[in-house]
């Protein structure tokens, strides 16, 4: 579980967490690590707190491998981390931030998927998710975070084209759009420039916290660890806003 010190992959990690599971939680901070194995181990689970720096390849290979030493099973991988920056018009853009956001967002994912398919392949079974977002249906309409456009929709073209080729081993890779969170980059979006955001998602984003239509992390990691249940193979699932959030 990457991107597990907050938000979305901190309530994932609390929703797969039951006794007899053990669920290695990656992300940078050891103290939001400690917190996230705290809540993980009150449900039951056995946590694995391993601190990493996904844009690190080799990082993300020692992280799993302390994975494995640490009793993990191998059988289901969610992909969360990521990040919105850097900001701003194409030609503005420092180029070493770009590639290091395109690096967390797209090519960590891919180079956790490779580390860990030999584990799911061995068993015959095996799920992966890779966490995408709303943007990747509207790849025009985020001019100012090209970095994110970019590895969020080429994430869910790499699910679709892996799931393809892994089709009748029994694992399966599908991709996951959270929706609108309820989360701290939420606040950064509404509160940059329009010109730097884009008027359309700028709008957009200050109408669903107008209306309440926030989904929350706990929502939505119960969405996904339902479809994680399930048996579907290159498919891009879309989180529904609670009746109570409507």
Known sequence: MTGAGRGVGRAVAVELARPGVTVALLARSIDELDETAALVRARGGTPAAIPADLGDPEEIHAAVQRAREAGCTIDTLVNNAGVEWPR??????????????????????????????PDMLAE?????????????????????STAYVTATTSLEAHTLNLAAALAGTGVTVNAYRQ????AAAQ???RSQNRAVVGEDPHRRFVRVQAEGALITPEHSARALVGHLRGTGNGQVWTVSVPPESA
């Open 124 to 144: 015959g079974r095996g799920r992966v998710v890779n966490v995408s977002g709303g943007i990747a249906k509207w790849p025009d309409s985020m001019i100012g």
């Open 179 to 182: 929706g609108s969170l309820m």
């Open 88 to 117: 701003g018009a194409k030609a503005g853009l420092d180029p070493g931030e770009w590639s290091r956001a395109i690096a967390i967002n797209l090519i960590a994912a891919s180079t956790l998927i490779l580390a860990v398919l």
């Open 187 to 189: 606040g950064r979006i």
